[in-house]
């Protein structure tokens, strides 16, 4: 089971996305769609999905929070083919942070927000071995630029399964940015790997709501580890979201949960519904107490 599944927040589009991107990426499906009602953003839809067979969640619940290439997803190709026909569908409507091209890094890649605004980057691996085809890639601006080597040691040091891989650091040479700061920076958290970088140039960029990264606990001792490990923003607190001290969001959540509300009993959903949207942390006996009446 995947531990940690990045969290889309869509203002009403999550449903056609889900299904774009499964139009575009191999081995994808949509596994359920679910609506969780009287919620404040009134009935949300939650739609778990898998792109390239790893999971994803999409949400519909408003417009409050808009996706930035603070979080990009690094899309690994084994030809350039494959480059350009991803690059076709996600281009449509979208725009260009990257130009589709040559690279010192890669023959063919291209940055690219879609038609919803979420990050794409396209890069052909070169004959290099793919493990995984979707990379989460967290960018550090702002107050948080050089802050990245930080991170994914803080990272790792909160994951129980989790190992830091290799870090290129700019040189003196690279305009705009400081000589210590992190190029590119490869880790695994859980047996997933992301990636993480500092950019002193890009501005008006920072990490938000409109992705978060789930991290799915089977036991409350779970939640309290993740919970006391990783939230430094009280005022973020609420409903199993968190932010760290970066600002990037999380939600600690029993992996029971999902399966409680998709009861077909709706007033077991709606119970549960209540019972969350007054937690901070989640507590998995309130929530079970509020399943079973």
């Known amino acids: 089971m995947q531990k940690i599944t990045p969290f889309l927040w869509f203002d009403t589009e999550a449903g056609e996305a889900a299904a774009l991107y499964c139009g575009v990426f191999r081995d994808s499906k949509i596994k359920n769609v679910t609506a969780v009602r009287n919620t404040p953003s009134g009935t949300v839809e939650i739609v778990a999905a898998e792109f390239f067979g790893q999971g994803f969640t999409l949400m519909s619940a408003g417009p409050f929070f808009k996706f930035t290439s603070a979080v990009s997803f690094l899309l690994a190709c084994n030809t350039k083919e494959e480059v350009d026909a991803l690059w076709k569908t996600l281009a449509h409507k979208g725009k260009a942070v990257l130009d589709l091209g040559a690279y010192p890094f890669s023959e063919r890649y291209g940055w690219v927000q879609d038609r919803y605004g979420l990050s794409w980057q396209v890069m052909y691996m070169g004959g290099r071995a793919i493990k995984q085809r979707i990379t989460p890639t967290l960018m550090f601006t702002g107050r948080q630029c050089g802050k990245a080597e930080e991170a994914v040691s803080f990272y790792a040091s909160v994951f129980n399964d989790a190992e830091v891989g290799d870090i290129l650091y700019y040189g003196k040479d690279e305009a ?118």
């Open 176 to 293: 705009r940015e400081k000589e210590t700061s992190v190029k590119h920076a490869s880790f695994t958290l859980e047996g997933q790997g992301f990636a993480a970088m500092d950019s002193a140039h890009v501005k008006g960029v920072a990490f938000n709501e409109a992705i978060s990264f789930v991290v799915s606990c089977e036991t409350q001792e779970e939640v309290d580890h993740y919970w006391n490990k990783l939230s430094a923003d009280p005022a973020a607190e609420q409903c199993g979201w968190l932010k760290d001290k970066f600002g990037v969001s999380w939600q600690i959540v029993p992996s029971a949960l999902n399966g409680m509300l998709r009861d077909k009993d709706a007033r077991k959903a709606a119970r549960v519904t209540e019972a969350f949207l007054k937690m901070k942390k989640l507590e998995i006996e309130g929530l079970e107490k509020a399943y079973g009446g």
